[in-house]
T-cell receptor, first 112, second 116 residues
Framework: KQEVTQIPAALSVPEGENLVLNCSFT??????LQWFRQDPGKGLTSLLL?????REQTSGRLNASLDKSSGRSTLYIAASQPGDSATYLC???????????FGKGTMLLVSP | GAVVSQHPSRVICKSGTSVKIECRSL??????MFWYRQFPKKSLMLMAT?????????EQGVEKDKFLINHASLTLSTLTVTSAHPEDSSFYIC????????????FGQGTRLTVV
């Protein structure tokens, strides 16, 4: 059974810092991996999707990497801003039609 | 990107009543939709997989008679919480898979259910 772990559970940084969020998964036979953002009381916003054949994806200040063999992914946020404050969720899919297995998330607080 | 609309965003109901939550894919057809439940400070937990025109597949531990799922069309799935109890209070989120290229699931904005 796939299990997804995210470290750290919470992170507080001053504005402008670069930061890394970590995600690990137990079954490396994944189809894809997604990073989501969730604001309090809201749904999920997809940030980046990495297919199993890819090693990284970039969108603006966000960069996600994937090392499938070691079961790890990182989300790099450059020049953090207070608006980046949210919970970041990592989720993996083991097939194109399967459900996503989520980690518990990293709660990020970026202070001005 | 594809849009999934979930309604209502918030609902408060009395114990013993039933509540229906709708999940609609607005600009694509979704042969498969998923319903998740999120407890405070916990990860999203899959409740059931809904396929258009067939019975939903429930995860272990989820009461199918309590959480009724209907996927009557390629753009609509509903979750009905029957005889609601305070412990059913939670955040419920749906997601939909496009039928043509199922590489990414799209999520609704969630429904905050409070049972009083």
């Amino acid at each position: 059974k796939q299990e997804v772990t995210q470290i750290p559970a919470a992170l507080s940084v001053p504005e402008g810092e670069n930061l890394v969020l970590n995600c690990s998964f137990t079954d490396s036979a994944i189809y894809n991996l997604q990073w989501f953002r969730q604001d309090p009381g809201k749904g999920l916003t997809s940030l980046l999707l990495i297919q199993s054949s890819q090693r990284e994806q970039t969108s603006g200040r966000l960069n996600a990497s994937l090392d499938k063999s070691s079961g790890r992914s990182t989300l790099y946020i450059a020049a953090s801003q207070p608006g980046d404050s949210a919970t970041y969720l990592c989720a993996v899919s083991n097939s194109g039609y399967s459900t996503l297995t989520f980690g518990k998330g990293t709660m990020l607080l970026v202070s001005p | 990107g594809a849009v999934v609309s979930q309604h209502p965003s918030r609902v408060i109901c009395k114990s013993g009543t039933s509540v229906k939550i709708e999940c609609r894919s607005l600009d694509f057809q979704a042969t498969t939709m998923f319903w998740y439940r999120q407890f405070p400070k916990k990860s999203l937990m899959l409740m059931a997989t809904s396929n258009e025109g067939s019975k939903a597949t429930y995860e272990q531990g989820v009461e199918k008679d309590k959480f009724l799922i209907n996927h009557a069309s390629l753009t609509l799935s509903t979750l009905t919480v029957t005889s609601a109890h305070p412990e059913d209070s939670s955040f419920y989120i749906c997601s939909a898979l496009p039928g043509q290229q199922p590489t990414e699931a799209f999520f609704g904005q969630g429904t905050r259910l409070t049972v009083v």
